[in-house]
């Protein structure tokens, strides 16, 4: 059975920092990307970054670059987003999702067939 768990939300100050952590389970991450996508109150699910099969990054926001990174372990079956200089615009439900081969080169929600249920990320003074 194929499961995405997320983890470690939470609120923050701004300028902080997180790491969201994505167990999968059912699949291996040797033949699958995972990305990390965020929806907002009123906005639509926008794709944040992309780690492939073999390890390529795609990112998927300019806003975000340089202060996103994500990892994976493999023998911890878990893929991290690290979130440095959060500001309170990256307030939103942070979730993982599974797509078998690369990332694809935009954040087309549709190419993931596999979703977690989501970790709410607030930042605020």
């Known amino acids: 059975q194929v499961q995405l768990v997320e983890s470690g939300g939470g609120l923050v100050q701004p300028g902080g920092s997180l790491r969201l952590s994505c167990v999968v389970s059912?699949?291996?991450?040797?033949?699958?990307?995972i990305a990390w996508f965020r929806q907002a109150p009123g906005k639509e699910r926008e794709g944040v970054i992309c780690?492939?099969?073999?390890?390529?990054?795609?990112s998927y926001a300019a806003s975000m670059e340089g202060r996103f990174t994500i990892s994976r372990d493999i023998a911890k079956n878990t893929v991290y987003l690290q979130m440095n200089s959060l500001k309170p615009e990256d307030s939103a439900i942070y979730y993982c999702?599974?797509?078998?081969?690369?990332?694809?080169?935009?954040?087309?929600?549709?190419?993931?067939?596999?979703w977690g249920q989501g970790t709410q990320v607030t930042v605020s003074s």
């Open positions: 999702a599974r797509r078998v081969g690369l990332c694809p080169s935009t954040d087309d929600r549709k190419a993931f067939r596999a």
């Open positions: 059912g699949f291996s991450l040797n033949y699958n990307s």
């Open positions: 780690i492939g099969n073999s390890g390529g990054i795609s």
